[in-house]
């Protein structure tokens, strides 16, 4: 553990995520609008709207601009016959170690979003835990999901 | 023991019972509501209608349950509206259990109850009331086909009766009753007696109560203080006695691929844990526990029974001394035997994170109550000493010692606990990283094992580096495969 992991996810993450953190912008974004309303209603001062409009604006620009960019710069994992070792996290790093032999199932997964950017999620399962590779491409994906359904494929003690 | 059996008559008590303590706090409020308003006969009614009903279904579903053991399986036949027929194969039954109630005991019945391997408690079967030779006979027939069928050898073994020749423990009196005065159980029983307490308050009549309260307040202090030394005492020896009646005669037997377990003193159960579920295996030392030197053994275990009580950990042996443990283990599961007598510890900068961890909310809880109640500000500041030496304390506690199949972490969060991990139950490994970490070569790991239906994840914060790095090696099969 290292070294990171070689693999990168796809490159159009990016957009995906950039997409989503802008969907869910809306939200605060109403919410600042609503209190400039209730504001004009009920005449109290504008400044708690500008005020939370400041917050809306930074927290826009973070989660649009910047966390999607840093995110995937971060975003490694790598196959091994063995194992599977995943790397992600920004300010916290996570590195995670998955044997092949424990794995239970894989997903491939994919959204409205993702479909969009012709990506999919992979979503590996132990017994215990689950772990994502959050937008591979399309064809990666499936062929990685049979790659790793085939090396878990080991005859196992149990559980 | 081919042909269809019923159960005792018994279950129909069993039935009535499981299914009016459903219900009750369904029906509650409707009976609080109507006895108010002064319904009582359409109540008394009502009640006796559901009651007949209730006693017409219990019979009803009693005659449908049957049972029966052919060839390799086992099959049920029960409902009333919806006719359901199982059929569980006895390669596929994990564990069969025996245990008995009052109730049973009385009627000299055992209930018995059918573990299979999957985590869907629906698929598992249980008869509720059969008679204890009946149990006892299906059990050997069950449980015999399948050691048969795995192992030719057992046979004789199993014949020649089992209890002799395998190791076994059984608790002693005084153990348990240390287990019992040690056992958290005193908090519990208090809350439950003031609440019992503030109920009684309202069907106590007003005259009552005001004559004993005034009573109480006549009297000279060291009464009140004796009173309320008695209530202690009372509290603590229900306790006791609740420990007592649970795992009174305690006993754990090793066989070749089970642990079997018997405890209670009204209530007998049986608990049979094959060894290929154990996941990981445990001693905890409570805070009241660990300076008289005891401590208990549990295991995780995949799968099998969900007691309410104990949550996720089944307990192998409720109190013994930390320093028997090693011989305990040596005998009723060697396989975890290497219990490690010293443990890699913490380095000392990781100390501030264990003090900051323990204590952030009392910081705040200062500055809020240093501002709105000002003259109460030394409470949160004397728990804020308490949370400090608990942070000092488990950074002490917390280590881990790294044989070749086994990873031992010794971590606190009240209590002490120790646990045992093989290299094969571990399901992932997780090692994780903030940025002032990184900086100064420490790194938190996470190992996750499987309990029951939910995974369970042993953490260790603050590690050096390298030592995270040496177990992710340990536990990678590539790395190690490489370095052969």
Redo the contacts between chains.
């Keep these: 553990?290292?070294q990171s992991p070689n693999e990168r996810i796809a490159e159009d993450a990016i957009k995906a995520w950039k997409l989503l953190a802008i969907l869910m912008a809306i939200i605060p974004f109403l919410l600042t609008l609503t209190l400039f309303i209730l504001a004009y209603i009920f005449t109290f001062s504008y400044w708690y709207g500008i005020g939370l409009l400041a917050i809306t604006l930074a927290e826009g620009i973070i989660t649009i601009f910047i966390i999607p960019k840093l995110r995937w710069r971060r975003w490694r994992y790598q196959i091994?016959?063995?194992?599977i070792y995943i790397q992600h996290?920004i300010?916290?790093?996570?590195?995670?170690?998955?044997?092949?032999?424990?794995v239970q199932h894989v997903d491939t997964k994919q959204g409205p979003i993702l479909k969009k950017y012709g990506l999919a999620s992979l979503t590996i399962s132990?017994?215990?835990?689950t772990?994502e590779i959050p937008a591979l491409l399309e064809d990666e994906a499936y062929a990685l999901r049979d790659q790793i359904s085939e090396l878990a494929r080991v005859e196992q003690?149990?559980? | 023991m081919s042909e269809a059996k019923r159960l005792h008559p018994a279950a129909i008590i069993f039935r009535i019972i499981t299914i009016a303590r459903q219900s009750i706090f369904g029906l509650l409020p409707i009976i609080l509501l109507a006895s108010n308003d002064g319904f009582f006969s359409y109540l008394l009614f009502g009640g006796v209608f559901l009651l007949l009903l209730l006693i017409g279904y219990s019979i009803l579903s009693w005659m449908r349950f049957t049972y029966r053991v052919e060839e390799d399986q086992l099959r049920i036949e029960q409902g009333v509206l919806i006719r359901k027929k199982r059929t569980i194969s006895k390669h596929r039954i994990q564990s069969i259990d025996l245990s008995q109630n009052v109730i049973h005991r009385i009627f000299g019945l055992t209930k018995v109850q059918i573990e299979t391997a999957g985590s869907d408690r629906t698929v598992d079967a249980a008869l509720s009331a059969v008679t204890f030779v009946d149990g006892k006979l299906l059990h050997d027939e069950l449980k015999q086909k399948t050691k048969v069928a795995e192992t030719i050898e057992e046979e004789t073994t199993t014949d020649s009766h089992p209890d002799k020749a395998y190791p076994s423990r059984k608790i002693s009196f005084p153990k348990l009753f240390i287990a019992g005065s040690t056992s958290g159980s005193f908090g519990v029983i208090l809350g439950l007696f003031a609440f019992a307490l503030s109920e009684a308050e309202s069907f106590i009549p007003d005259t009552i109560y005001q004559e004993t309260t005034n009573w109480l307040i006549s009297q000279a202090i060291q009464t009140i203080v004796i009173l309320g030394l008695l209530v202690f005492i009372g509290i603590w020896l229900i306790g006791i006695l609740g420990t007592v009646i649970k795992y009174g005669n305690f006993t754990i037997t090793r066989y070749e691929e089970e642990l079997y377990i018997t405890r209670g003193l009204l209530e007998k159960k049986q608990t049979t844990i094959p060894l290929k579920r154990i996941q990981a295996v445990g001693i905890k030392e409570s805070v009241i526990r660990q300076p008289l030197g005891f401590a208990a053994v549990f295991v995780e275990i995949a799968g099998g029974e969900v007691d309410k009580q104990e949550g996720t950990q089944t307990l192998l042996f409720p109190l013994m001394r930390r320093s028997k443990v090693q011989g305990f283990l040596q005998e009723i599961v060697p396989e975890y035997q290497d219990l490690p007598e010293s443990f890699t510890a913490l380095p000392k900068r990781a100390l501030p994170y264990y003090l900051v961890r323990a204590s952030w909310i009392l910081l705040l809880a200062i500055i809020a109550v240093a501002i709105f109640l000002t003259e109460w500000v030394w409470i949160p500041i004397v728990l804020l000493v308490f949370s400090a030496i608990l942070g000092v304390l488990r950074h002490q506690t917390n280590g881990f010692h790294l044989t070749d199949s086994l990873l031992t972490i010794q971590m606190r969060q009240f209590s002490k606990e120790t646990i045992m991990l093989k290299h094969k139950r571990i399901q992932a490994f997780e090692k994780t990283q903030h940025i002032i970490h990184r900086k100064q070569e420490l790194a938190t790991m996470k190992g996750s094992i499987l309990n029951n239906f939910f995974g369970r994840h042993y953490k260790l914060s603050d590690l050096e580096q390298k030592h995270v790095d040496q177990i992710a090696d340990w536990y990678s099969l590539r790395e190690k495969q490489g370095s052969d």
């Design positions: 553990m290292r091994y016959d063995q194992e996290g300010l916290i790093v996570n590195r995670t170690l998955v044997p092949m032999i424990r132990t017994a215990a835990t772990h003690d149990d559980v």
